[in-house]
Nanobody, 121 residues
């Protein structure tokens, strides 16, 4: 069974930095796009950043220039380096990956359980 497990959340002051990590485990053929989403209290889940299997990143406008997504295909991990954090970045951050398995050779989305990031003084 495929699992995505996030780590690295916590409390940080405005202007500070955090690094989130997500590791995929289990039996699978390949991982296509990996991404980070976030959901603030009372809001819908929103896309933060994506990265293709070839390493091409894409960012939502609110985080451009502050966040950097990266991945290590050998370790099946995706990271999110968050700099210049603002109170409005406070949210639960979710890892997402499109993964192909023997049961789902066409692939499907998998989600982590989320990690809380709180930006506050």
């Amino acid at each position: 069974q495929v699992q995505l497990v996030e780590s690295g959340g916590g409390l940080v002051q405005p202007g500070g930095s955090l690094r989130l990590s997500c590791a995929a485990s289990g039996r699978f053929f390949s991982i296509n796009i990996m991404a980070w989403y976030r959901q603030a209290p009372g809001n819908q889940r929103e896309l933060v950043a994506t990265i293709s299997s070839g390493g091409r990143p894409s960012y939502a406008d609110p985080v451009k220039g502050r966040f950097t997504i990266s991945r290590d295909n050998a370790k099946n991990t995706v990271n999110l380096q968050m700099n210049s954090l603002k109170p409005e970045d406070t949210a639960v951050y979710y890892c997402n990956a499109y993964i192909r398995t023997d049961m789902r050779p066409g692939g499907m989305d998998y989600w982590g359980k989320g990690t809380l990031v709180t930006v506050s003084s």
